[in-house]
Nanobody
Framework: QVQLVESGGGLVQAGGSLRLSCAAS????????MGWYRQAPGKKRELVAV???????NYADSVKGRFTISRDTAKNTVYLQMNSLKAEETAVYYC???????????????WGQGTKVTVSS
């Protein structure tokens, strides 16, 4: 199993910044992609940003130019730097990892428990 531990959420004023972290551990042989999703109250979970093993990244259009996803391969950790936050970005942010587990070499994926981000206007 793969465990994900997220941190960095909290309360910030509109226009402020936060940095989220997510560390993966457990029986994972390789990671293909790590990403951040968010779910606001009453809304569906949506992709915020993803980084892949080849180095490519994708962002939701709404966060381009303000959010940056990065990854420390050695630590199996992914970060999300969020700048110029908006009140409507208040949500629970979830980390997701997709990879290959080490026991049987099968594809695996996992979600973090979520970290709450509240942006006050």
């Amino acid at each position: 199993q793969v465990q994900l531990v997220e941190s960095g959420g909290g309360l910030v004023q509109a226009g402020g910044s936060l940095r989220l972290s997510c560390a993966a551990s457990g029986s994972i042989f390789s990671i293909n992609a790590m990403g951040w999703y968010r779910q606001a109250p009453g809304k569906k979970r949506e992709l915020v940003a993803v980084t892949r093993s080849g180095g490519s990244t994708n962002y939701a259009d709404s966060v381009k130019g303000r959010f940056t996803i990065s990854r420390d391969t050695a630590k199996n950790t992914v970060y999300l730097q969020m700048n110029s936050l908006k009140a409507e970005e208040t949500a629970v942010y979830y980390c997701n990892v997709v990879g290959i587990e080490s026991t049987y070499g099968r594809p695996c994926g996992s979600w973090g428990q979520g970290t709450k981000v509240t942006v006050s206007s």
